[in-house]
Each structure stands twice: as C-alpha cells, then as structure tokens.
C-alpha cells in the first residue's frame, strides 16, 4: 500500500525559499507519476506540478511557472518542490499524491487517489 508523506512547510517571508517533500513509504517510487497540489481557506484544491517515472514534468499552474520547481530522487524515494520567490498568494496547505493507475500525470484532481497528509505554508511578513 503507498503512503505518502509531506514535509517542509513552515513560515517564510515573501521572497523567501521551501522545499517540500514528498517521502513514500511502502512501494519504490521509481516507476510512479506524483504531482503535487495545493489547497488555500475557501478555496478549491489546485495542482501546481507532476513528475512522471522518466522525470518528465507538467507544470499546472500559471502563477508559479518559473519559481516553482520539481524534481525526483528515486534513491531516496522522495519527490521534492523547490518553491522560490514565494508571494503571500501562496500560503496553502500543500499535498502530493500519485494517479490511480500510479503512472500518468494528470490536471484532474480527482484522477489522484493517494494523497498524504499535507504540509502548511505560509507566506507572510
């Protein structure tokens, strides 16, 4: 069974740097697609990247394109977002998840059936 664990959330200032983690336990991460989403008060939960098995990446989401970056280390079965020049408009909880068939990437939330427990950020000053 895959489970999936975040880390990495915290408080930061606009500007400011996190990089998250997504730590799988249970299956190798190797052959597996995991995006990653977030979800602020109120609102809907968004994705904002994938990573497929050959590290190809999609990246969702319109606002981060160029600050947000992520990445796989399948020897440490961890997928990571790297978030960079962070905007108070990004607080969220932050979650990863990997596709029902484990090896697609997909936009629609709801293709994503194992999800961890996600990680807070917050962007403020």
């Known amino acids: 069974q895959l489970q999936l664990v975040e880390s990495g959330g915290g408080l930061v200032q606009p500007g400011g740097s996190l990089r998250l983690s997504c730590t799988a336990s249970?299956?190798?991460?190797?052959?597996?697609?995991i995006g990653w989403f977030r979800q602020a008060p109120g609102k809907e939960r968004e994705g904002v990247s994938c990573?497929?098995?050959?590290?190809?990446?999609?990246d969702y989401l319109e606002s981060v394109k160029g600050r947000f970056t992520i990445s796989r280390d399948n020897a440490k079965n961890t997928v990571y977002l790297q978030m960079n020049s962070l905007k108070p408009e990004d607080t969220a909880v932050y979650y990863c998840?990997?596709?029902?068939?484990?090896?697609?990437?997909?936009?629609?939330?709801?293709?994503?059936?194992?999800w961890g427990q996600g990680t807070q950020v917050n962007v403020s000053s």
């Open positions: 998840a990997a596709p029902v068939d484990l090896y697609y990437c997909y936009t629609d939330v709801s293709r994503y059936y194992y």
């Open positions: 990573i497929r098995s050959s590290g190809g990446t999609e």
């Open positions: 249970g299956v190798t991460l190797d052959y597996y697609a």
